[in-house]
């Protein structure tokens, strides 16, 4: 298993983002209870977020976010994954 970083890019609609962040949460706490999604969090500077997760692949690690409900509702419209190597510091789980 590698480490990969994933951004998400979401629609310029905060509000229609927001109607459905209870429920996106709850399946990223699940992901993460699984030892899938090991960090996640907003960004700061634009509508998207930062997600941390094993996988064996970029795109593996892109189908295991496959159920987020902010893909389903098309609320996410780009998502990057790239494998990242930690060497300083340690990540949960890793």
Known sequence: MATFAVQYT???DAQRV????LEHREHLSELHRE???????????????????TAESAEDALAKLDGDPLKRERLI???VAREWTVVIGELPGA
């Open 77 to 79: 419209v780009d998502r």
């Open 18 to 21: 927001a109607t459905f962040r």
């Open 35 to 53: 030892g899938t999604l090991l960090l996640s969090g907003p960004l700061g500077d634009g509508p998207g977020a930062l997600l941390v997760v």
């Open 10 to 12: 979401y629609v310029d």
